[in-house]
T-cell receptor
Framework: EAGVAQSPRYKIIEKRQSVAFWCNPISGHATLYWYQQILGQGPKLLIQFQNNGVVDDSQLPKDRFSAERLKGVDSTLKIQPAKLEDSAVYLC???????????FGPGTRLTVT | GQQLNQSPQSMFIQEGEDVSMNCTSSSIFNTWLWYKQDPGEGPVLLIALYKAGELTSNGRLTAQFGITRKDSFLNISASIPSDVGIYFCAGQETSYDKVIFGPGTSLSVIP
């Protein structure tokens, strides 16, 4: 069974530029999560989708971050404009349903200069 | 907000030694999770705990859900080089709530 796929694996941008990350969850998984992991810290949930609806986006900085999961399968996370403090690894995870084990992708390492 | 602390922050041990690490919370959790993250990869779930006082094993790993519901412990017996990585504890108020991660314990194993 294929795992959670993410791309790109690495991205370097200048501050004030925009960037987008893509995630393809495990087939059949209804719940999708985006996490931000700053160096030396644990992952922090940014947004959670159940199918194509948002369940929790309370920690998403909505002035610059947006995410969508239009067809209830893959998802994109966008940052516009990026700030230096957005440098982090962005992890995507999926689970069969809410409350089930989460499976993480390898992440996208973002560096903002 | 809810916050988790892990200790130690990092540890260096000899291959074959046993390892203990713990996690404390400022608030009560009803689910405790332990994850391992290898460099360049996402976290992988090792053990899930659902009941205060519960002791659960997964091979050489044993984890306990503290009776106060504000702490959890992870032990690794007879460490091997592939145990190297960062171990995260995480808590949930219920299994449907968001997962709150601790800052991690970095484990290095000296052959």
């Amino acid at each position: 069974e294929a795992g959670v796929a993410q791309s790109p694996r690495y991205k370097i941008i200048e501050k004030r530029q925009s960037v987008a990350f893509w995630c393809n969850p495990i087939s059949g998984h209804a719940t999708l999560y985006w996490y931000q992991q700053i160096l030396g810290q644990g992952p922090k949930l940014l947004i959670q989708f159940q199918n194509n609806g948002v369940v929790d986006d309370s920690q998403l900085p909505k002035d610059r971050f947006s995410a969508e999961r239009l067809k209830g399968v893959d998802s994109t996370l966008k940052i516009q404009p990026a700030k230096l403090e957005d440098s982090a690894v962005y992890l995507c995870a999926s689970s069969l349903y809410r409350g089930n084990e989460q499976y993480f992708g390898p992440g996208t390492r973002l560096t903002v200069t | 907000g809810q916050q988790l602390n892990q200790s130690p922050q990092s540890m260096f041990i000899q291959e074959g030694e046993d390892v203990s690490m713990n996690c404390t919370s400022s608030s009560i959790f009803n689910t405790w999770l332990w994850y391992k993250q290898d460099p360049g990869e996402g976290p992988v779930l090792l053990i899930a705990l659902y009941k205060a006082g519960e002791l659960t094993s997964n091979g050489r790993l044993t984890a306990q859900f503290g009776i106060t519901r504000k702490d959890s412990f992870l032990n690794i017996s007879a460490s091997i080089p592939s145990d190297v990585g960062i171990y995260f504890c995480a808590g949930q108020e219920t299994s449907y709530d968001k997962v709150i991660f601790g800052p991690g314990t970095s484990l290095s194993v000296i052959p």
